[in-house]
């Protein structure tokens, strides 16, 4: 019996091959590169003190320009719609886990200084991008000046608390602050992606959208997140007592990815951004909804995601420097336009600190509202599926410039952030 069975896997090596090509060949090679790719530069931006979704990043824009070299081997990864479907359910998981950073409860207890941090850091710096748009891109239309200042409004929550932590300052006054305000600024970055795609999508169509429209975009993206904040409240732990009674294994991983994918796609369908379901989902699910599971020897859900976003989340972010184009750089109007928008970034996030109480550190709230990484990415992302009259909304070249700002502001808020207690005498 034994012997047979290990005939079993040569049986089905013979069969699939003489069944022909197999269509996932291609797209296994060209996960293996972008592994390779991910943790090659990964390690080294972690050796550099820098984040490894940087190193992710920094890697894909090296393979994605050798064709500027000569070698062409990489490029089909760009246009491979199995890599980028990957890519999409990895965006996902990534604002699935940053909602499982934080609750419900955690954002009403931030207060009002938070509150105003948080509105502030969107308000600057949406306002300055879209400044920056109409200065240096008056070619372009209104909308893509809208989307350069919603890319502008996003805070890394990922990136700012493993800086805090790092620094040992995650449980200071300055650190709850920059939490508490980089979590509304997720949702209010979020709404304000659901109004002006919308808005985009409408004239896409044809169709001119007025003050009633975007009200009406601005009730759906308000009602969406309040229901799905308390209707998930109430479903979640109920949910998880149930499937606690199941003896499947890794049920308590199915059910809470079901959760993920099921407001993922309610959002969507309605007209929101599946990303936006996705966070809604990770915010109302909390430790205690897991007992059933922890307590019979189980690890904890962030645990138990960790493996498959390791394995899809690195796809995204390598996919998305693969787009960046570096010959775009040998224009002056595209360096032009990454050095405003990296100024616009870092002084919008500064101004955010104007709501932070006289006897608290306002320049390290500052930047730490600074990095955008992963969300700005995201939304940038999202802004190269967007046309008008056939016309990209983000095109190449801005999309360049847009990584740049990313690259920057995620790379100084370290060592400023350090700066920046050092200098309050607080280290």
Known sequence: MRRHRSLIPLLAVIVLAAAGPDPSAKVVAEMAVIYVTAVAFGELAVRLGQPAVLGELVGGIVIGNLHLLGPTLFEPIKQDASIDLLARIGVLLLLFEVGLESTVGQMLKVGV?????????????????????????????????????????????????????????????EARIILGAAVID?????????????????????????????????????????????????????????????????????????????????????????????????????????????????RPIEQLLEPIGAALIPIFFVLMGTHTDLAAFARAD?????????????????LCAVGVPRGLNRLAVGIGMNPRGEVGLIFANIGLGLTIAGERIVDAATYSAVVVMVVVTTMITPPLLAWSFRRDGRS
Request: glycine share 12%.
């Open 186 to 298: 997720d949702v209010l970055g979020l709404m304000i992606l659901a109004v002006v795609t919308g808005i985009i999508a409408a004239a896409g169509s044809g169709a001119a959208m007025g003050w009633g429209g975007i009200a009406v975009i601005v009730i759906k993206a308000v009602a969406f997140l309040a229901a799905a904040l308390v209707l998930g409240s109430w479903l979640s732990p109920r949910l998880l007592r149930i499937a606690a009674r199941l003896r499947t294994r890794s049920v308590a991983l199915a059910t809470s990815l079901a959760l993920c994918f099921v407001s993922a796609w309610a959002s969507w369908a309605i007209g929101l951004a599946p990303i936006v379901g996705a966070f809604a989902a990770g915010l109302v699910l909390e430790g205690w909804h897991y007992q059933g599971f922890t307590a019979r020897g189980e």
């Open 334 to 350: 595209v360096l032009r336009l990454a050095a405003a928008l990296t100024v616009a970034a870092v002084v919008g996030k500064q």
């Open 113 to 173: 200084t938070s509150l105003l941090v948080a509105v502030l850091g969107v308000v600057a710096p949406f306002a300055l991008g879209w400044l920056v748009g109409a200065w240096l891109l008056p070619g372009h239309s209104v909308y893509m000046h809208a989307f350069l200042g919603a890319t502008l409004t996003a805070t890394s929550v990922g990136i700012t608390a493993r800086v805090l932590k790092d620094l040992g300052r995650s449980a200071g006054p």
